[in-house]
């Protein structure tokens, strides 16, 4: 699977857009681009997942490059429980009980009041 | 959406006992889940991949006499940590992808379990 590079840490502001970036550059075609985000002393969250195409859920927004070589996850109206660590993960489509996830160390999302 | 529960949220265990950490799936069936190790202000490493009905499978480094796994049933997964010591104290994670076919199906994360290890 593909290696991802993500800042280490983020502020935002409460209300404004909160957006992580993600560089996938090694992506190959049958990987998807996964992002999940772990509060605090919990389990990871799935948050939303793409191939190509963009895509939007109740939760975030994620924009994937032409070249698919980057993302963004948006994350439109910030609030504080959205302060997290955010993890980018590519993966290939082997059926999901082969799916083994490797997180990265994440990008720490600090949203302020 | 789906649940994966993980009991005991939370142990506190003598240097050489053992502790059973449970993983259930709630609301879905399960043929595999996977065993995270998460020490302070890292990232989770996946320790193992349970396998229902045969043996669980380790990442390279893990000890599998000390991080026994058993998968007895389509919504449970047990780890052990035999002999436990101070330096196993962490966050334990388990997931599970729902077992239906095709792909891209999301991972089911249970709430953790901290143990510490006197």
């Known amino acids: 699977d593909a290696k991802t590079t993500q800042p280490p840490s983020m502020d935002c502001a409460e209300g404004r857009a909160a957006n992580l970036p993600c560089n996938h550059s090694?992506?190959?075609?049958?990987?998807?681009v996964y992002w999940y985000r772990q509060i605090h002393s919990q389990g990871p969250q799935y948050i939303i997942h793409?191939?190509?195409n963009n895509e939007t859920n109740e939760m975030a927004s994620l924009i994937i490059t032409e070249d698919r070589k980057s993302s963004t996850l948006i994350l439109p109206h910030a609030t504080l429980r959205d302060t997290a660590v955010y993890y980018c993960?590519?993966?290939?489509?082997?059926?999901?009980?082969?799916?083994?996830?490797?997180f990265g160390t994440g990008t720490l999302l600090a949203v302020q009041p | 959406g789906a649940v994966v529960s993980q009991h005991p949220s939370w142990v506190i265990c003598k240097s050489g006992t053992s502790v059973k950490i449970e993983c259930r799936s709630l609301?879905?069936?399960?043929?595999?889940m996977f065993w995270y190790r998460q020490f302070p202000k890292q990232s989770l490493m996946l320790m193992a991949t349970?396998?229902?009905?045969?043996?669980?499978?380790?990442e390279q480094g893990v000890e599998k006499d000390k991080f026994l796994i058993n998968h007895a049933s389509l919504t449970l997964s047990t780890l052990t940590v035999t002999s436990a010591h101070p330096e196993d104290s962490s966050f334990y994670i388990c997931?599970?992808?729902?077992?239906?076919?095709?792909?891209?199906?999301?991972?089911?994360f249970g709430p953790g379990t901290r143990l510490t290890v006197l």
């Open positions: 997931s599970a992808p729902p077992w239906r076919t095709g792909s891209t199906d999301t991972q089911y």
């Open positions: 993960i590519a993966l290939a489509d082997y059926g999901g009980a082969t799916n083994k996830l490797i």
């Open positions: 090694t992506i190959s075609g049958n990987e998807y």
């Open positions: 349970s396998n229902e009905g045969s043996k669980a499978t380790y």
């Open positions: 609301d879905f069936q399960a043929t595999t």
């Open positions: 793409g191939l190509k």
